[in-house]
């Protein structure tokens, strides 16, 4: 069964850093656009970043602009967030997302979250 596996989560005091990572489990093909999307109790999951297959095109929320960096390492199928100068509002379950498509018909994958929680 192929899913994704996020590990780097953590507690961290504001103006602290903390690195994501996300690596698939099974998969024989490299992934379309992969993403990080995080959620809180109570709200909708949000889109936080992506990045293009080959890690040309990466597309940021506003929020984490300037402080958050994504990557990808397709030799290992890899996905990175770097979260630099995190803010309590940072707080959350992230996850990991995947895409890919198959005759034409587009799949995501979603990993099983990793809590982040910046204290002040």
């Known amino acids: 069964q192929v899913h994704l596996v996020e590990s780097g989560g953590g507690s961290v005091q504001a103006g602290g850093s903390l690195r994501l990572s996300c690596a698939d489990s099974g998969l024989t093909f490299t992934l379309d656009r992969m993403g990080w999307f995080r959620q809180v109790p109570g709200k909708e999951r949000e889109f936080v970043a992506s990045i293009g297959r080959y890690g040309r095109s990466t597309d940021y929320v506003d929020s984490v602009k300037g402080r958050f960096t994504i990557s990808r390492d397709n030799a290992k199928n890899t996905v990175y967030l770097q979260m630099n100068n995190l803010k309590p509002e940072d707080t959350a379950v992230y996850y990991c997302?995947?895409?890919?498509?198959?005759?034409?018909?587009?799949?995501?994958?979603w990993g099983q979250g990793t809590q982040v929680t910046v204290s002040s």
């Open positions: 997302n995947g895409k890919y498509q198959i005759l034409g018909r587009d799949y995501e994958l």
